[in-house]
């Protein structure tokens, strides 16, 4: 499985950004995507899910402001950010859930200036 993150970058606040994940060797419309992020110094949150039945779900702090979703013809699963804080400041990293693994991808970074 390769999981290739893109999108990320330095923003405004209130500014917007969307990530993407393209998958490989896996197929996102069957299976569990999620979107993590880790901010330095803590720990490895989830941010947002999406699954194989395509309902959605988010951490409270990005409820209202972010947007997974998945274009299964691509095999690429968004985020997108809207309303960016600075709190929301981090390394985003694409996952994905098989029955027998969880696959990572290599983050991509996301700086939101005050």
């Known amino acids: 499985v390769l999981l290739v993150e893109s999108g990320g970058g330095l923003v405004q606040a209130g500014g917007s950004l969307r990530l993407s994940c393209a998958a490989s060797?896996?197929?996102?419309?069957?299976?569990?995507l999620n979107w993590y992020r880790q901010a330095p110094g803590k720990q490895r949150e989830l941010v947002a899910r999406?699954?194989?039945?395509?309902?959605?779900s988010y951490a409270d702090s990005v409820k209202g402001r972010f947007t997974i979703s998945r274009d299964n013809a691509k095999n690429t699963v968004y985020l997108q950010m809207n309303s960016l804080k600075p709190e929301d400041t981090a390394v985003y990293y694409c996952?994905?859930?098989?029955?027998?693994?969880?696959?990572w991808g290599q983050g991509t970074q996301v700086t939101v200036s005050s």
């Open positions: 999406i699954t194989s039945g395509g309902s959605t």
């Open positions: 060797g896996i197929i996102v419309s069957i299976n569990t």
């Open positions: 996952n994905a859930e098989e029955i027998y693994r969880t696959s």
